[in-house]
Every structure is written in structure tokens, then in C-alpha cells.
């Protein structure tokens, strides 16, 4: 048999990629072939075949396989975790720099603290509109409140009331907690101080919110 | 025309993009935000429908440009594509910590985007995308269900009958019956279920002979079972009848 000498010069993801995407499908021959190119990687490239033996006989060749229909009126809190952490990510690189220089404007003000343009005016506004308790605004605004729990109903409708995107406000409640970054100024027994996050549920119950307004945020 | 894609195949030529995903491209491009994400609300089979290979390509573009009004108009679409991928293929019915493994995936695949060392990755996203997403998810299943590489294990504690001639070697009369794992077979997931609890080496064996392997050659250059598994041709029969012992009332049923 003329083996050729071992070579590491691709990422072992690469190879797993490059049999995944291998229009002839999944083979003796085909993984033989790979082995041959790639002779160090012979078992994790016949385990990979397996692997990818049995997604095929379970769910069918992946070409074959019918784009999903998705719903795009719900979210799910998957998504909605994963679209949060995404957003953190875009906004610490942008402000790490290992993103290309951007051709647009850079970080927009909507993926920072929404709530930091607020004054007091605008944010006792904000209270209002959202009918809820000064200490409950203020557990949003400080990241005090496990993003995981926040129903998505009450997402948007924050989201419209501060004009930035769901996502982006999701971004800023998956966030570490904050105090006092914004440009409000409350006495103390209205600001939250930095501790373990609050369920949405806990968050609601414990902010000193009537019983109608309880109601509402939870049946949300 | 979209950019040029950085990623080799085995051979050492250039991926390229299929035409029908580089004309999704070339159409989507010329779209503003609002239009973006009228087609974006589009399913499979409408006219103007854009392809998750696009949608990688978009949102691309999106991070590199840090285009938030395009990011956000992809993302939720793609996540969700991603989302119905996962629960088809990795769904608590095979399982019990799929929720866990579903986000992981998910966020591996969305963390590809920042990675500088990484991002070239996507290209195999835009050439075929559930194919590569395929490749990841396995990837998330094998971190939390790792597989012991039974050849090495073998390998070192040696086979007794390794050594031993392997071409006269009869394989056992139910061995010669096994029967290809049908992929009509209403019950493939019972067959595959009660396949998952067979003995990795059993297993393996099973598998590898389900990918077209020969259990033995007399040809030194040929892998093998016998020789991936670094047991001899008498083993692999023994540990494929054991298999088809265990399978065959779900081969009966099928």
C-alpha cells in the first residue's frame, strides 16, 4: 500500500466539514479516500463517518431534507438567548477592535445601555408608560433581572417604548448588572443594589407593584 | 458577485458557491433593509425565497460591516432555520440534555462569526448549509456522547485472534444474513434506538459493514474492519452476529 506521510495541515474540523459537504455522500470509498489524504486523522475520520452514517439514515440525506418552515411571529427563548449573546459579542469586539473597521457608523447607541440617553424626565416617563414601579424600571435598567425568564411579550413592548429593536434589548439584559450608569438620580430606597439576578416572576413580585400591575406582567 | 470563497476541497481546489445560492446573493444585495426582510419572511418554494447559504453570506456582511439594521433583519431568521434544524436533529428523543445541547450548537455556530481563526469556516455554510451544519451539530453530539476509539483500545491490549489467519475465517451463518439497515424501514428509529445500546465495539462493527467496509482482505492496502478495529476477521463476524441477534426482531417487523 503507498501511504502518504501524515499530514496535520488542515484543521481536522476542515476534513469533517469537507466529508460532510462531499456531494457523494457517505462511504467506505469516500472515507477511504480522506484517510489517504489525511492518514493521521484515520480514526477521527472513521468515527465521523459513522456519526454521519446514522444522521443520514435518521433523518435522510441533508440535501434531501426540506427547509424548515419557521414561525415568525414567536420566538423561542433559545433564540432569543442566542440572538442576545450574538449582540454581546458584535458589541465587545466592536469595542475590542477585532472586527474590520466598520463601513457604516460604529457601535450604535442601541446595542449600549438603552436606557443611558434617558434623563430623569425621560425616564420617570418611561415608568409611566410602562406602568410598573420605579424599583422594577430601575432592576431592567441595571441588568438585575434574569434575561432566560423575561417573556418575549414584554420584550417588545419595553423595546418600542425605548425605540431599539427586541434584540438589542436583549443584548442589554443579558449584560452584566450595572448601578447607576444612566443619568437618573433616585433616592436609595428606589435603586436596586448589585446582587444575584431575579427571576422575571421574582423581579415582579418584589418590586413593589400593585396587585393589577403584577397581574398584567405576569399573565404576559 | 459575492466575494470568493477561502476554503479548499480535499483535492486543494477552490469551493465555490452553487449558481442558484450566488444568484440568492447577487438579488439580495441589491435589496434595502425593508425588501430584505419582506423576502426574508418568504418559505421555501416562493418566489424570491432566500437560502440559508445567503443568509450566512448576509449577515457576513452584516458583522464585517457593522450593518445593525442587516444583522438584525438576518439573524432572527437564521437562528430560527437553525433552531427547526436542531430540534430535527438533535431532539430530546435521543437526548435527555437536548435543550442543552441545541443552545450549545446553536451558539457554536453564531460564534463562528467573531472568530478571526474561525470565520473562514462559514464559507462551508454558504456552499451547503445543512451539510455543514450537520458536521457541527455531530460535533456538539460526539462532545457530550464521546465514542472510545475501540481500535486503539484494542490495539493496545492486542487481539488473541489478531494474529491468527483471517481469510479462511467462515463468517457465521446469521452474520451473512445481515441485512443493510433499511432506510425505508418504518421502524428506523426502534432499529437505530436498540442499535445505540449495542457494545461500542458491536456497534462499530455494525456500522462500519453498514458503510460498505469488507470485514477482511487479503489485500494488505484494504481497510478493513478487521483492521480498523485491529481484531481479527473471525471477531468481526462474532461481534456483526451479535448485532443482527439483537436487531433481527426489528428487521423482521420492518
Not at chain 1, 100 to 114: F, G, S
Not at chain 2, 82 to 101: H, I, S, T, W
Not at chain 2, 168 to 188: H, T, Y
Request: one cysteine or more; aromatic letters at 6%.
Amino acid at each position: 500500500m503507498n501511504m502518504p506521510t501524515p499530514q496535520f495541515t488542515q484543521p481536522l474540523a476542515d476534513v469533517f466539514y469537507q466529508l460532510s459537504l462531499d456531494e457523494r455522500g457517505i462511504s467506505a470509498e469516500v472515507v477511504d479516500e480522506y484517510v489517504r489524504s489525511h492518514p493521521g486523522y484515520a480514526d477521527e475520520l472513521t468515527d465521523f463517518a459513522i456519526a454521519l452514517a446514522i444522521e443520514e439514515l435518521r433523518g435522510g440525506r441533508e440535501a434531501d431534507v426540506v427547509e424548515p418552515v419557521i414561525d415568525h411571529a414567536r420566538q423561542s427563548a433559545m433564540v432569543s438567548v442566542a440572538i442576545s449573546r450574538f449582540h454581546n459579542r458584535l458589541y465587545n469586539a466592536g469595542h475590542a477592535g477585532t472586527l474590520d473597521k466598520p463601513a457604516v457608523p460604529a457601535q450604535p447607541a442601541e446595542t449600549a445601555n438603552p436606557f443611558l440617553p434617558l434623563d430623569r424626565a425621560a425616564f420617570r416617563q418611561f415608568v409611566k408608560q410602562l406602568d410598573v414601579s420605579t424599583a422594577f424600571a430601575c432592576k431592567l435598567r441595571d441588568r438585575l433581572i434574569d434575561p432566560f425568564t423575561i417573556p418575549r411579550a414584554f420584550v417588545v413592548l419595553v423595546s418600542k417604548l425605548l425605540g431599539v429593536t427586541p434584540e438589542s434589548l436583549l443584548a442589554h439584559f443579558a449584560g452584566p448588572m450595572v448601578i447607576g450608569a444612566t443619568a437618573q438620580h433616585y433616592k436609595a430606597d428606589g435603586k436596586p443594589s448589585i446582587g444575584k439576578s431575579e427571576s422575571f416572576p421574582d423581579a415582579v413580585r418584589n418590586s413593589g407593584l400593585t396587585d393589577a400591575q403584577q397581574q398584567r406582567l405576569l399573565t404576559l | 458577485m459575492a466575494r470568493l470563497l477561502t476554503k479548499h476541497r480535499r483535492d486543494g481546489s477552490p469551493y465555490a458557491r452553487p449558481r442558484s445560492i450566488e444568484e440568492a446573493i447577487d438579488g439580495a444585495l441589491k435589496e434595502d433593509i425593508p425588501g430584505l426582510a419582506k423576502r426574508l419572511k418568504l418559505e421555501k418554494g416562493q418566489t424570491g425565497y432566500l437560502p440559508s447559504e445567503c443568509l450566512v453570506h448576509l449577515l457576513r456582511l452584516g458583522v464585517g460591516a457593522r450593518n445593525l439594521d442587516q444583522i438584525d433583519a438576518v439573524l432572527v431568521v437564521l437562528t430560527k432555520r437553525c433552531e427547526a434544524n436542531l430540534q430535527a436533529g438533535m431532539g430530546d428523543d435521543r437526548f435527555p440534555n437536548a435543550a442543552e445541547m441545541q443552545q450549545e450548537a446553536l451558539d457554536e455556530f453564531l460564534m463562528l462569526f467573531f472568530e478571526p481563526e474561525q470565520e473562514a469556516k462559514l464559507d462551508f455554510f454558504e456552499i451547503r448549509f445543512n451539510q455543514a451544519f450537520r458536521a457541527l451539530r455531530i460535533g456538539v453530539i460526539r462532545r457530550h456522547a464521546p465514542r472510545p476509539l475501540m481500535r486503539s483500545l484494542t490495539g493496545v491490549n492486542g487481539d488473541a485472534e489478531a494474529s491468527q489467519s483471517t481469510s479462511d475465517d467462515k463468517p457465521p451463518d446469521r452474520a451473512l444474513s445481515v441485512p443493510a439497515i433499511q432506510l425505508d424501514a418504518c421502524n428506523r428509529s426502534e432499529i437505530l434506538a436498540a442499535a445505540e445500546k449495542l457494545e461500542p465495539e458491536v456497534r462499530e462493527a455494525l456500522w462500519l459493514q453498514h458503510l460498505g467496509y469488507e470485514v477482511e482482505s487479503k489485500d494488505p492496502g484494504k481497510r478493513t474492519i478487521a483492521r480498523i478495529q485491529a481484531v481479527s476477521g473471525r471477531t468481526v463476524w462474532k461481534r456483526i452476529a451479535q448485532a443482527v441477534e439483537t436487531l433481527s426482531p426489528y428487521f423482521q417487523d420492518a
